[in-house]
């Protein structure tokens, strides 16, 4: 194929399309594992993984195969009726997770709609707010979605700019301060939502026990911890999920992503039977929130990371690539940090001509808030795909046509 086919979709999309996105310039065609194939034939090691989706790495076959069975079964009751799917999954995510009950839905905007919503009614019914008065705390610089109510919680211009009027309710701390959150609380808060990494703000990490403070100072105040764990949890760093590494044990955790192994939306929110009970007949819903196709494939993707050790591999196999990274001798690294297989390298410049030469040299990347590369492969990734990664990115990061442009 010639060149002008990858120009060809480029262009249809550019007249047609939502400019809402600037993907680079690779058109996939197919993938399998860590691999995706582009319509040109070149092959690339996906270094990004659908933003942590692809923890079991693209088209595993046991999913793949609970997919197509269950397809061949029934795909949609909606909620009105009962499937087979839905309550075994209900159990092995509760099982799984150690919390009694969860509310499955399909995207990680609409775990966290549903976090919010179960977090205020908590708040009214059995902490006594007074009504409509519910306040939530959130962390700057976080990302829990694109809904208009999730935005209002966010400190990010340019998710926010002339969508207004915002949803009211949402208080703002500076992430890693455990005493501006204890400050921040008061007879109204309901609730804190915060995401143990800051994952799409840079791979940013808090400073080590500041999940735990905060879990012991929402305890205090009877303030429910609501985590965000749609990117970081289920292996992606080296844990099953990253409020393990402080052994914090939160009232809800949301799930999306890699929840599905990239197959089919499936989220969900897990917590405790207080706050999950808050929901009667009729209160919440989704058509499709647990269908039995999304709840068979998410079954088998849960199913793969446990058979599969992918928590232990991300455990195994992050620190030292991490290690290796923060070796690299570049002009333009600022800094490497990261938790299992979610790595994130800090530039002086901006990381975009960065992702462009690491797509060329074949390994697929992109940059997060302009100046960090983020690295998280699928957790099946071997020891000799990492070092073909590494190869490129520190060919890439000491490149001296690069480098000195920057
Ligand atoms: C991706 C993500 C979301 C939103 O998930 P969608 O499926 O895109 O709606 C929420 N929170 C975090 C931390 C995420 O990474």
Redesign the pocket.
């Known amino acids: 194929m010639s060149q002008s086919s990858t120009q060809t979709y480029v262009d249809l999309e550019a007249r047609y399309g939502a400019h809402n996105y600037k993907p680079l310039d690779i058109v996939v065609a197919e993938a399998q594992g860590v691999w995706v194939t582009d319509v040109e034939g070149r092959r690339y090691l996906d270094g990004l993984s659908a ?2 989706s692809l923890n079991q790495g693209h088209r595993h076959p046991r999913i793949m195969a609970a997919l197509i069975e269950q397809a061949g079964r029934v795909t949609l009751t909606s909620r009105a009726f009962r499937n087979t799917e839905l309550p075994y999954f209900e159990k092995e995510l509760c099982e799984l997770s150690g919390m009694q009950r969860a509310l499955p839905m399909n ?4 775990a ?1 709609e549903t976090a919010i919503k179960a977090a205020r009614r908590w708040g009214y019914r059995n902490k006594g707010i007074p009504a409509d008065q519910a306040e939530i705390i959130v962390c700057a610089d976080n ?4 809904t208009v109510t999730i935005i209002s919680a966010s400190t990010e211009p340019g998710y926010r700019a002339d969508y207004g009027p915002f949803t009211p309710g949402f208080v703002i701390v500076p992430f890693g301060d455990a005493d501006a959150l204890e400050r921040a609380i008061t007879p109204r808060t309901c609730a804190f939502l915060v ?1 143990p990494i800051q ?2 703000a840079g791979v940013l990490m808090p400073p080590p026990g500041y999940l735990a403070k905060a879990a012991a100072i929402c305890k205090r105040h009877r303030v429910l911890l609501l985590l ?1 764990e ?3 949890g289920l292996g992606r760093t080296g844990r099953m999920f990253a409020c393990e590494h402080e052994g914090v044990k939160p009232d809800a955790l ?1 799930l ?2 890699a929840l599905s192994g990239g197959v089919y ?1 499936v ?1 969900a929110v897990v917590g405790s039977d207080e706050l999950i009970g808050v929901f009667e007949p009729g209160s919440h819903g989704s058509t499709f929130g647990g269908n039995p196709l999304g709840s068979a494939v998410a079954r088998a993707a849960l199913r793969v990371l446990k058979d599969e050790r992918l928590v232990e591999r991300a455990a195994e196999l992050g620190p030292p690539f991490l290690a290796r990274l923060g070796a690299l001798h570049s002009p333009v690294v600022r800094a490497v940090r990261g938790s299992g297989l979610l790595l994130g390298i800090e530039l002086h410049t901006a990381a975009r001509p960065f992702c462009e030469a690491l797509a060329h040299e074949g390994v697929l990347c992109k940059e997060t808030h302009d100046k960090v590369l983020r690295f998280a492969p699928p957790l099946i990734i071997t020891p000799a795909e990492l070092d073909f990664a590494y190869e490129r990115i520190a060919r890439v990061l000491t490149s001296r046509a690069l480098t000195s442009a920057a």
């Open positions: 933003y942590s995207t990680g905007a609409e966290v990302f829990h979605g694109r995401e994952a799409e965000d749609i990117q970081t949301l999306g992503k939306p989220s």
